[in-house]
């Protein structure tokens, strides 16, 4: 790669590494494996950095691209390295992906929003990612997905609707 190439890809990796993370940050449970899959999502774009074409998407665009491939990839191998059964495993709940302490928020959320994130389905769970983790817009997502406009406004809508009511439902005192 050539001096200005090496410099381009530094741009971006200063420029969007953050969006990166956050949307691992939404998706995973722990910093270790955000970090881990940040690394490999930008080895991956470093080598394919020749290739990648501005005028098809924006850095971000085609970074989380990667990151999503590279993270379907991460879950199927997950999967099919379990087979060992949990209560064979010492320390099964570190394999289940809890925190020690769970008062303890590991990316840096609140338990409070990493529990009610954990009740969405994959798909809201994914839209949200890289909506707010990572800062896409409604078109860049629907680009990405290949889903209409109005249905990642659809899908984001619902999705704030019921995080908000998971929030609020467990900050409610309970009745005495």
């Not at 080895?43 to 665009?61: I, K, N, V, Y």
């Not at 709940?93 to 529990?115: I, M, Q, R, Y």
């Not at 800062?135 to 990642?152: H, M, R, W």
């Amino acid at each position: 790669m050539n001096r200005e190439a090496t410099a381009a890809f530094a741009q971006v990796y200063d420029d969007e590494v953050w969006s990166v993370y956050g949307f691992f940050g939404y998706r995973v449970r722990s910093r270790e494996e955000a970090e881990d899959l940040t690394q490999l999502t930008f080895e991956r774009a470093l080598r394919s950095w020749g290739r990648f074409d501005p005028d098809r998407a924006s850095p971000r665009t085609w970074l989380l691209a990667i990151a999503r491939n590279l993270l379907i990839d991460h879950y199927r191998s997950d999967r099919s390295s379990r087979q060992d059964s949990l209560a064979e495993l010492e320390g099964a709940e570190s394999v289940l992906g809890h925190a020690a302490d769970p008062t303890e928020s590991v990316l840096g959320v609140s338990p409070e929003l990493e529990a009610a994130l954990a009740t969405l389905p994959d798909r809201q769970r994914e839209i949200l990612a890289l909506r707010f983790g990572g800062d896409l817009t409604g078109p860049e997502i629907a680009e990405l997905t290949g889903l209409s406009l109005a249905n990642v406004q659809q899908i984001l809508s619902r999705s704030l609707r019921q995080l908000r009511a998971n929030l609020d439902a467990e900050a409610a005192p309970e009745p005495s």
